[in-house]
């Protein structure tokens, strides 16, 4: 447990991060699931956008979104 003022204030700023921090990556998962489900291009357009902002975010690393964003566009291609 925090005892100094600052490593309380800190807590809670890191609360209030994994919160949204967590919202971002559940969104874009469902969006990678959804247009792997789909394979529709507007779905694959639309998982793209929330990778790059998961990136944006530093939720995920450029590379890792990078290999998603080819495995995803290899099944626009396959269609």
């Known amino acids: 447990m925090a005892k100094t ?3 309380k204030k800190a807590k809670r700023s890191s609360d209030r991060k994994r919160v ?3 919202r971002r990556k559940t969104t874009m998962k469902e969006a990678v699931k959804d247009a792997r ?3 529709s ?3 694959i357009s639309t998982a793209f956008q929330a990778i790059d ?9 450029k590379n890792t979104a990078a290999r998603m964003k080819s495995n ?8």
């Open 5 to 7: 003022d600052s490593a």
């Open 20 to 22: 949204f921090n967590l």
């Open 37 to 39: 489900a789909s394979k």
């Open 41 to 43: 291009d507007a779905d």
């Open 53 to 61: 902002k998961a990136v944006k975010r530093g939720v995920l690393k």
């Open 72 to 79: 995803l566009s290899k099944l626009s291609v396959k269609k």
